[in-house]
C-alpha cells in the first residue's frame, strides 16, 4: 500500500471517528439536558433533536465501519461500500429533516414558537432562516445523491450530486455562523463586534465562508459535466476541506486562548455549546493529502 494513500485512508477514518464521538456526545447530552418542565415547544425540539442525533450517530458509526472494512481490512466489495454509503446517506438526511424544520417553525414569531429572548427579528435570524435551510436543501440533495449512487448507472448523476451537496454543506456551515454572528451582534450591540479578536472572527465567519462557498460553487459548476471520479480535480477539493476545517479549528482556538472576548455572547453559547457540526475541524487529515497526492492515487 502507498504510504500517501494510507495517509488519505488514515484521515478518512479521523474525521469518521470524530464525526462519531462529536454526534454522540450531543446525543448523550441532549437526553441528559431534557426536563419535564420545559415548555411544549421546546421539548418537542429537544426530543426531535435528540431522535435527529441517534440517526446521525448510527450514520456515523456505519462511516467508521465502512471505511476501515474498505480501506484497511478489504472485508467488504464495492456493493458493500455502496450500499453503507447510502445508508449513511438516507440517515443524515433523516437527521436534518428530523431535528432542523422543528425548529425553523419555532423560529417563525414569538407566541408560542420563541426563544429566550422573545425577539422576533432574533428568532428569524438565528433560527428560522438558517434551520430551515438546514432542514429542506439538505435531505433533499442528500436523497438526490442517494437515488444516484448506484454500481449499475453512469456515475456522471453520483459524481454530479455529491459536488452539490458537498457545496451545500459548505452554503449551509456559512448562513447558520453567519446567522448566529448576526443574532450575537444584534444582541450585544455593534460594539461587541469592535472588539478586534470579535472582529476577526466575524470576518472569518460572514466573508470568509462566503468566499469559501463561492470558490466550492464555481468549482461544482465547472466539474458538472464530469463522467467519473477520477476526472475529479482533488486538489481543489483538498482546497476547499482544508479552509473549512481551519475555519472551525481557528475560531475554537481563539476562544482557547482569548476566551469569550467582550462576555459570553450568544454567537459563543451556539458555537461552543449547541454546535454539532465542531467535527469539520478535523477534515485537514482528508484536505491536505488530497492537496499532495498524485490524483491517480486517490482512488486506488
Given amino acids: 500500500m502507498r504510504s500517501d494513500n494510507l495517509t488519505l485512508r488514515a484521515g478518512l477514518l479521523i474525521v ?29 425540539t429537544e ?19 465502512a471505511v476501515s472494512s474498505y480501506f484497511f481490512f478489504k472485508s467488504i466489495g464495492k456493493i458493500e461500500a455502496v450500499m453503507a454509503a447510502k445508508l ?7 437527521y436534518y429533516a428530523v431535528t432542523f424544520v422543528p425548529s425553523a417553525i419555532w423560529g417563525v414569531g414569538e407566541n408560542p414558537f420563541s426563544n429566550n429572548y422573545g425577539q422576533l427579528a432574533g428568532n428569524l435570524v438565528a433560527n428560522f432562516l438558517p ?9 433533499v440533495v442528500l436523497i438526490i445523491l442517494y437515488s444516484k449512487l448506484n454500481l449499475n448507472k453512469p456515475k456522471t448523476g453520483a459524481v454530479k450530486w455529491a459536488l452539490i ?8 456551515f ?31 465567519t460572514t466573508f ?24 475529479l480535480d482533488f486538489k481543489k477539493i483538498g482546497v476547499v476541506a482544508t479552509l473549512l476545517g481551519l475555519y472551525f ?29 465542531l467535527w469539520v475541524m478535523t477534515l485537514p487529515a482528508v484536505g491536505l493529502p488530497l492537496l499532495f497526492i498524485p490524483t491517480s492515487a486517490h482512488l486506488e
Fill in 16 to 44: 469518521a471517528v470524530s464525526w462519531f464521538a462529536f454526534t454522540l456526545f450531543h446525543f448523550i447530552s441532549g437526553l441528559s439536558n431534557f426536563s419535564s418542565s420545559m415548555a411544549w415547544y421546546i421539548a418537542l
Fill in 47 to 65: 426530543i426531535l433533536g435528540s431522535v435527529g442525533l441517534g440517526f446521525r450517530s448510527v450514520a456515523s458509526f456505519i462511516a467508521i465501519i
Fill in 88 to 94: 449513511v446517506l438516507l440517515l443524515e438526511a433523516i
Fill in 131 to 139: 434551520c430551515l435551510l438546514e432542514g429542506v436543501l439538505i435531505p
Fill in 165 to 172: 451537496a458537498g457545496t451545500s454543506y459548505v452554503l449551509v
Fill in 174 to 204: 456559512w448562513v447558520t455562523n453567519a446567522c448566529n454572528w448576526i443574532y450575537a451582534v444584534m444582541y450585544k450591540g455593534t460594539a461587541y463586534v469592535t472588539v478586534p479578536l470579535n472582529m476577526l472572527s466575524f470576518l472569518f
Fill in 208 to 231: 470568509g465562508l462566503l468566499a469559501l462557498t463561492l470558490y466550492a460553487g464555481y468549482f461544482t459548476k465547472q466539474s458538472l459535466s464530469v463522467s467519473s471520479w477520477r476526472e
Fill in 249 to 277: 479549528a481557528g475560531v475554537y482556538l481563539l476562544w482557547i486562548i482569548a476566551g469569550s472576548v467582550g462576555g459570553w455572547s450568544p454567537w459563543y453559547a451556539w458555537f461552543l455549546g449547541h454546535n454539532v457540526d
